[in-house]
């Protein structure tokens, strides 16, 4: 079965990094498009980036371009999300998941169990 497992959040202070980390199994990662998705309390989901699965294409939502970089390693089964200059409004719990923005915000059934993200002076 599809396994995605999140580590790498915690608390942070405004301006602070972090990065997120997402260990797969159960698939052949790197025949999948992988992405990120954040829900902040009493908010709706959000995706926030994708990325190709040969990791030559990447997209970002506008809240988070120019800040977070999203990228893999194939051969470790592996997604990393690079998250700079970061805002109180990124507190959310962070989710690795398979598929494009499309298929993961229609969808829960291939995301991870979430890491919490919380940014706060």
């Known amino acids: 079965q599809v396994q995605l497992v999140e580590s790498g959040g915690g608390l942070v202070q405004p301006g602070g990094s972090l990065r997120l980390s997402c260990a797969a199994s159960g698939f052949t990662f790197s025949n999948y498009y992988m992405s990120w998705v954040r829900q902040a309390p009493g908010k709706g989901p959000e995706w926030v980036s994708g990325?190709?699965?040969?990791?030559?294409?990447?997209r970002y939502a506008d809240s988070v371009k120019g800040r977070f970089t999203i990228s893999r390693d194939n051969a470790k089964n592996t997604l990393y999300l690079q998250m700079n200059s970061l805002k109180p409004e990124d507190t959310a719990r962070y989710y690795c998941?398979?598929?494009?923005?499309?298929?993961?915000?229609?969808?829960?059934?291939?995301w991870g169990q979430g890491t919490q993200v919380t940014v706060s002076s």
């Open positions: 990325i190709h699965s040969a990791g030559g294409i990447r």
């Open positions: 998941a398979r598929g494009d923005s499309i298929a993961t915000m229609k969808s829960r059934d291939y």
